[in-house]
C-alpha cells in the first residue's frame, strides 16, 4: 500500500516561513491535498491539488509538489497557524491515504 | 453553508455492533461522493470508506474491510456507517466528509465527528 511520509514536528519563528514536507514514491504524478487541524476541531482543507488555495484560506498558505515530495509553505507565520498538518493522496488502490501528520510550533 | 452532522457513537462492547449517521445539508447530497474518517485519541487521520454518488461503489481500508458497511439514502441526505466485530482499535473520533467531486478525491467540509469507544 501506498505510504506518505511527513516529519513529526516543524517549528518557526514567528513571521518567518515554515515548510512541511509529504515523501511517497513518485508523488509528484499524484494529486496532494493538505489539511489543517487545530485542537478540538475538525480537520480543514488549506491547499487541494498541490497549490490550489479553497476561498478563505490566506494567500500565506502555498504548495508544490516534484519528484518524491510536496512540500506545504505558509510564509509569515502566525501563532493562529499552530496546527496539525496533514497531506492526502488518492491512491491506485482505490484508498484516500493521509501522511502521518505534522505538529508545527510557532515561537 | 454546508453542515455535516454526525451521530451515533457511544460506548461499546468488544465484539459489538454500532450504526453511525451523518446529515447533511447546504448543499446537493446526491452529486457527490462522501467519506469516513476516523482519528484515535491523540493519533493521526484515518481513512475509513468512501461510497459514490449512488451508492453503487464503495471502498474500504484494509482495517476495517469485511467489518463495516457504508451505506446512503439520499432521499434523506444521509450517509451511515455499519460497524460490526468492533475492537478496541476502533475507539476513535468518526468524521464523515463530504469529497469535492471531479475524481481528485479530496474532502472539502468535515463534519465535528461522534465518538466511538469500544471499551469492556
Known amino acids: 500500500s501506498y505510504e506518505l511520509t511527513q516529519p513529526l514536528s516543524v517549528s518557526v519563528a514567528l513571521g518567518q516561513t515554515a515548510r512541511i514536507t509529504c515523501g511517497g514514491n513518485?508523488?509528484?504524478?499524484?494529486?496532494v491535498h493538505w489539511y489543517q487541524q487545530k485542537p478540538g476541531q475538525a480537520p480543514v482543507l488549506v491547499i487541494y491539488?498541490?497549490?490550489n488555495r479553497p476561498s478563505g484560506i490566506p494567500e500565506r498558505f502555498s504548495g508544490s509538489n516534484s519528484g518524491n515530495t510536496a512540500t506545504l509553505t505558509i510564509s509569515r507565520a502566525q501563532a493562529g497557524d499552530e496546527a496539525d498538518y496533514y497531506c492526502?493522496?488518492?491512491?491506485?488502490?482505490?484508498?484516500?491515504?493521509f501522511g502521518g501528520g505534522t505538529k508545527l510550533t510557532v515561537l | 453553508e454546508v453542515q455535516l452532522v454526525e451521530s451515533g457513537g457511544v460506548v461499546v462492547q468488544p465484539g459489538g455492533s454500532l450504526r453511525l449517521s451523518c446529515a447533511a445539508s447546504g448543499f446537493t447530497f446526491d452529486d457527490y461522493a462522501m467519506h469516513w474518517v476516523r482519528q484515535a485519541p491523540g493519533k493521526g487521520l484515518e481513512w475509513v470508506s468512501l461510497i459514490s454518488w449512488d451508492g453503487g461503489s464503495t471502498y474500504y481500508a484494509d482495517s476495517v474491510k469485511g467489518r463495516f458497511t457504508i451505506s446512503r439514502d439520499n432521499s434523506k441526505n444521509s450517509l451511515y456507517l455499519q460497524m460490526n466485530s468492533l475492537r478496541a482499535e476502533d475507539t476513535a473520533l468518526y468524521y464523515c466528509?463530504?469529497?469535492?467531486?471531479?475524481?481528485?478525491?479530496?474532502?472539502?467540509?468535515w463534519g465535528q465527528g461522534t465518538l466511538v469507544t469500544v471499551s469492556s
Open positions: 466528509a463530504k469529497d469535492h467531486g471531479s475524481g481528485s478525491y479530496y474532502l472539502d467540509y
Open positions: 513518485n508523488i509528484g504524478s499524484k494529486n
Open positions: 491539488r498541490d497549490s
Open positions: 492526502q493522496v488518492w491512491d491506485s488502490s482505490s484508498h484516500v491515504v
